[in-house]
């Protein structure tokens, strides 16, 4: 969904859905000229994406911060911790002293190289 000015002055809202072959299709819900109807048109296209489903209330307006879902974890997050177990493993840590630099230069390095970003 978004909001796109027109030749005439009005706020046209279109939905684009994408196909997985990257064809895409654009439904145009309305044109808005004013606030409101701009307004009233987004929460069309919401309900129009939301295809009838139902939505999970997670009740995050009662939480401090809401609005943005802190991140806690990430596949990437697996590739260090196997290059941390590496590391240990082939025995770095006790040949450097423990040297903290040292191995975040190591895995970041590997790091890299695993990604393909040398």
């Given at each position: 969904?978004?909001?796109?000015?027109?030749?005439?002055?009005?706020?046209?809202?279109?939905?684009?859905?994408?196909?997985?072959?990257?064809?895409?299709?654009?439904?145009?819900?309305?044109?808005?000229?004013?606030?409101?109807?701009?307004?009233?048109?987004?929460?069309?296209?919401?309900?129009?994406?939301?295809?009838?489903?139902?939505?999970?209330?997670?009740?995050?307006?009662?939480?401090?911060?809401?609005?943005?879902?802190?991140?806690?974890?990430s596949k990437?997050?697996?590739?260090?911790?196997a290059?941390?177990?590496?590391?240990?493993?082939?025995?770095?840590?006790?040949?450097?002293?423990?040297?903290?630099?040292?191995?975040?230069?190591?895995?970041?390095?590997?790091?890299?190289?695993?990604?393909?970003?040398?």
């Amino acid at each position: 969904m978004r909001a796109v000015r027109t030749r005439s002055g009005a706020m046209a809202v279109p939905v684009v859905w994408f196909s997985r072959r990257g064809s895409r299709q654009i439904e145009h819900l309305g044109s808005a000229h004013d606030e409101a109807e701009l307004v009233a048109l987004r929460a069309a296209a919401v309900e129009r994406i939301a295809a009838g489903q139902v939505q999970l209330d997670l009740e995050l307006d009662a939480v401090a911060g809401a609005g943005r879902l802190e991140i806690v974890g990430s596949k990437a997050g697996q590739l260090w911790d196997a290059l941390c177990r590496a590391y240990d493993t082939l025995g770095f840590d006790p040949a450097t002293g423990g040297d903290e630099v040292f191995r975040a230069l190591v895995l970041a390095v590997y790091r890299d190289e695993v990604l393909g970003e040398s």
